[in-house]
């Protein structure tokens, strides 16, 4: 690290200036190390390499100058000691779970997750012989009960996805210590900007990078961050297997990572001003955002968030059927399965991300047939609030 990107810098200043040795051509902006593999000067050189005695570059499978830079900008904005990038956000959360469970173990879980994560938790897990428990996120005093002598690991999203439930982390990490349970926070929704994880206690944090972190619809990308033994682990795990980030997507993060702490501002700051003004809106249930008052976990929100995040969910009045035309009256709006982009987006996460769990297990993490997911994007704030306004008076 140079003078410039010394620790004592705050993190959004080391998320710019963080960056690959300069070469020769004295670049300002960190070049794309576009290989698959590097050489070296001698055989003693390239021994030592392979032998782990030196820090010397071999396959881009392993580790790459470029990939390095994104982790490392991402470790300065967790407060990690250590990271391994992965091609996807499933990619990480699959090489969390594995570097760790074998047969025998158990995973406990929240129910209010991603429906991928829950395909690899219900579908892939038991057949290597890994048990599995939820718990309701909701009810964080249930937690503890469900420990086991063979758990290993305890997962959870927060705020979640596509409900936007939250629950005390540190709290969380103070059970997981107590029974020597390594805590796994997914913190996609949140970012590293607007909630820090490690510093509540939790031992690894996971990321699908191709949301906000990319934030322009671009790129996939995941990451995993935390104390250096277990990142250790999944580092050995994804090299052996195979989920590494491509360079170039690496590149394009690093310059995303850039601008994460500006465009969240916005992207918060937007979302807070659009949930409260839908709260008001005579076609919708309800209206859920981490920083809105109504929320059930208001106050630990604002404990450990520094703002609600860029996602607004809302019940249509009317259900399933309604929830399909409002989705066609949208103008501006993007239909798309992504979030986390420049432009605003809205999904039906019954029938889309979460549509593999069956209408007992959505309802019961609280996706009702209505349910509406907002990613809101930043556009000038009264275009989307106009644009979601009159779908929903053309869907009546």
């Known amino acids: 690290m140079s003078k410039k990107n010394k620790p004592t810098y705050h993190p959004e200043t080391q998320a710019i200036r963080i960056q690959s040795e300069r070469t020769s051509h004295k670049e300002h902006s960190g070049p794309l190390y576009l290989t698959s593999s590097f050489t070296y000067d001698n055989a003693e050189h390239m021994r030592a ?10 396959y881009t499978r ?23 990038a992965t091609a996807s956000g499933m990619s990480a959360v699959f090489g969390s779970f594995m570097a760790f469970l074998k047969t025998g173990d158990h995973l406990l879980s929240s129910s209010s997750i991603f429906g991928s994560t829950h395909t690899v938790i219900t579908k892939f897990l038991p057949k290597w012989g890994i048990e599995h428990t939820y718990f309701d996120i909701t009810q964080p005093e249930t937690i503890e009960a469900l420990i086991k002598p063979n758990t290993k690991m305890i997962f959870v999203e927060t705020p979640s996805n596509p409900g936007l439930d939250v629950i005390d982390l540190e709290a969380l990490a103070k059970i997981a210590k107590k029974h020597k349970v390594i805590l796994n926070v997914d913190n996609c ?11 509540l206690g939790v031992d690894l944090v996971t990321h699908s990078a191709t949301k906000w972190i990319d934030g322009q619809g ?11 033994e277990l990142v250790d682990e999944v580092y050995a795990f994804c090299r052996s297997t195979g989920p590494a980030m491509s360079p170039f997507n690496a590149w394009v993060l690093s310059r995303s990572l850039e601008t994460l702490h500006v465009r969240m501002a916005r ?14 809106n005579p076609h919708l249930e309800w209206v859920k955002y981490p920083f809105l008052p109504s929320h059930p976990q208001y106050a630990i929100a604002k404990k450990q968030m520094s703002a609600g995040g860029g996602i607004v969910c ?20 993007s239909l798309t399965a992504n979030l986390g982009d420049s ?9 889309t991300t979460h549509a593999k769990l069956s209408e007992a297990e959505r309802l019961k993490v609280g996706i009702t047939p209505g349910l509406i997911r907002i990613s809101v994007g930043l556009e000038h704030l009264g275009d989307i609030l106009q644009d979601i306004e009159q779908a929903l008076e053309a869907s009546k």
């Open 62 to 84: 392993f580790s790459n100058p470029s990939v390095e830079e994104f982790i490392n900008r991402m470790c300065a904005l967790e407060g990690a000691e250590a990271g391994f």
């Open 343 to 351: 432009r605003s987006i809205a999904s039906h996460p019954a029938s």
């Open 267 to 280: 992207h918060a700051e937007s979302a807070l001003a659009l949930a409260t003004a839908l709260e008001k």
């Open 49 to 58: 390499a392979f032998a782990d005695e030196n820090d010397a570059y071999i």
């Open 189 to 199: 929704f949140a970012t590293p900007v607007l909630q820090k994880p490690i510093a």
């Open 314 to 333: 809302f019940e249509i009045k009317g259900g399933l059927e309604r929830g399909g035309r409002f989705l066609d009256k949208l103008e501006l709006l």
């Open 218 to 228: 671009r790129v996939l990308g995941g990451v995993v961050v935390g104390r250096k």
